[in-house]
C-alpha cells in the first residue's frame, strides 16, 4: 500500500521558534510537495520538488524553506514561526513528470503557533 | 487570475444522488481532478477528467465540459461514509494544480 508519513500529526510552538515538519514517502515517488491547507481556502502550494536535492517555490513560499537531501524524505522547516503559520500542513507525492495531478496524501500536521 | 469555485457546502440525504459542481478559469487545461477528504484526514483521489464526457467509477461519475469550464462529482445511492469534503482541482498549462476550496457534504439518514 502506498504511504506518506508525516512526523507530527498536531505541534504546538511559540513565535519565533524554528519548526520542522518531516514528510517520508515509500512509493520511490520522483515528486514531493508541501501545502497548507485552511478553512475557506483551497490547498496552497509551498514548495516542491521533482528531484533529490531539486526545489522549487510554489504559490506561498514566503517563511518557508524546504529540504530534500533523499529521494524519499521532503522537509519543510519554519525558521522563525509566526501566528500566520498556523494551519494544516499536507505533504503530498506523485509519481513523475506528467503525473502530477494524482497525489498520494500524508495525514497531515497541524501546527498552532502561539 | 485563476480561479476555481465550488459550493461551499451541500446536504443530501441517505440513498439519494448528489451533483457537486465545479466551474473553473485557468491559464491552460491538463487535466481536472476530483479528491475526497473526510474530516481530519487526508485527501485521496477521485477521478480525473481530461475529455469531455463522462467517467463512470462505481457509485462516482465525474463530468468534464472543456469548453464552459466545468465538471461536476456525481455520486449515487449515498452513504453515510460519503459525508466528506470533495475538492475539485485542475492542472493549469505549467502542470501546477489549481485548487478550489472544496465542497463540504453532509448526509442526513
Known amino acids: 500500500d502506498v504511504k506518506v508519513t508525516q512526523s507530527s500529526r498536531y505541534l504546538v510552538k511559540r513565535t519565533g521558534e524554528k519548526v520542522f515538519l518531516e514528510c517520508v514517502q515509500d512509493?520511490?515517488?520522483?515528486?514531493m510537495f508541501w501545502y497548507r491547507q485552511d478553512p475557506g481556502l483551497g490547498l496552497r502550494l509551498i514548495y516542491f520538488s521533482y528531484d533529490v536535492k531539486m526545489k522549487e517555490k510554489g504559490d506561498i513560499p514566503e517563511g518557508y524553506s524546504v529540504s530534500r537531501e533523499k529521494k524519499e524524505r521532503f522537509s519543510l522547516i519554519l525558521e522563525s514561526a509566526s501566528t500566520n503559520q498556523t494551519s494544516m500542513y499536507l505533504c503530498a507525492s506523485s509519481r513523475g513528470q506528467g503525473d502530477t495531478g494524482e497525489l498520494f496524501f500524508g495525514e497531515g500536521s497541524r501546527l498552532t503557533v502561539l | 487570475g485563476q480561479n476555481i469555485d465550488q459550493p461551499t457546502e451541500m446536504t443530501a440525504t441517505e440513498g439519494a444522488i448528489v451533483q457537486i459542481n465545479c466551474t473553473y478559469q485557468t491559464s491552460g487545461f491538463n487535466g481536472l481532478f476530483w479528491y475526497q477528504q473526510h474530516a481530519g484526514e487526508a485527501p485521496t483521489f477521485l477521478s480525473y477528467n481530461v475529455l469531455d464526457g463522462l467517467e463512470e467509477k462505481g457509485r462516482f461519475s465525474s463530468f468534464l465540459s472543456r469548453s464552459k469550464g466545468y465538471s461536476y462529482l456525481l455520486l449515487k445511492e449515498l452513504q453515510m461514509k460519503d459525508s466528506a469534503s470533495y475538492l475539485c482541482a485542475v492542472l493549469d498549462s505549467n502542470y501546477q494544480l489549481i485548487w478550489g476550496a472544496g465542497t463540504k457534504l453532509i448526509i442526513k439518514p
Open positions: 512509493m520511490d515517488h520522483e515528486n
